[in-house]
């Protein structure tokens, strides 16, 4: 049982690149969220769906594209990289029901845009 | 918008001190959990405390819940080096619109000194 696990864990782009981050867990979850952690501002929301095909805008969603194709896969995109996109990027899951809103996440993934 | 303040947001001690943080809001929560997150990995629940009053204890940890479940506070006595990390406090709505997402605090740094 790897929980959630998120691919790449670095990566290094170019302004303008484009690239895209994989979440996958296998919990059978339904709920997932992509955030991204900067000093001194916390974890913040991007994103999140709540069901295979669905996706939400959080907090901070401008520059980022979602896709939640298969329950345990859910994708984020980055169209065209911005230096203010340096961060670290979180995926999560939780149950829909009895686990009073906890969540579990994956290890990271460490995004530098130069 | 529901925040949540951590105080203080760093914290360096010697082993075996004790210390103390806090987490508080002018809003109510159905629950509350605090998660720690150490460097290059991601947040891992600690607890979730659900009723006013509550307290919960995990080993040297203990966790309080508010009795207007708008706040909570995380005591450890006898810090080790092994508590070192970032503490995060997270609120969960009530149902309703939000009620997906947890309302992340900004967290607490403890460094614990050998």
């Known amino acids: 049982n790897a929980g959630v696990t998120q691919t790449p864990k670095f990566r290094v782009l170019k302004t303008g690149q484009s690239m895209t981050l994989l979440c996958a867990q296998d919990?059978?979850?339904?709920?997932m969220y992509w955030y991204r952690q900067d000093p001194g501002m916390g974890l913040r929301l991007i994103h999140y769906?709540?069901?295979?095909?669905?996706?939400a805008k959080g907090e901070v969603p401008d520059g980022y594209n979602v896709s939640r194709l298969k329950k345990q896969n859910f994708l984020l995109g980055l169209e065209s990289a911005a230096p203010s996109q340096t961060s670290v990027y979180f995926c999560?899951?939780?149950?829909?029901?009895?686990?009073?809103?906890?969540?579990?996440f994956g290890p990271g993934t460490r995004l530098t845009v130069t | 918008t529901q925040l949540l303040e951590q105080s203080p947001q760093f914290l360096s001690i010697q082993e075996g001190e004790n210390l103390t943080v806090y987490c508080n809001s002018s809003?109510?929560?159905?629950?509350l959990q605090w998660y720690r997150q150490e460097p290059g990995e991601g947040p891992v629940l600690l607890v979730t405390?659900?009723?006013?009053?509550e307290v919960k204890k995990l080993k040297r940890l203990t966790f309080q819940f508010g009795d207007a479940r708008k706040d909570s506070s995380l005591h450890i006595t006898a810090a080790q080096p092994g508590d070192t990390g970032l503490y995060l406090c997270?609120?969960?709505?009530?149902?309703?619109?939000?009620?997906?997402?947890?309302?992340f605090g900004k967290g607490t740094k403890l460094s614990v000194i050998p």
């Open positions: 769906s709540v069901g295979e095909g669905t996706t």
């Open positions: 919990m059978n979850h339904e709920y």
């Open positions: 997270a609120g969960a709505p009530y149902s309703g619109a939000g009620s997906y997402q947890l309302t």
């Open positions: 809003s109510v929560f159905s629950s």
């Open positions: 405390v659900v009723t006013g009053g």
């Open positions: 999560a899951s939780r149950q829909t029901s009895g686990s009073f809103y906890e969540q579990y």
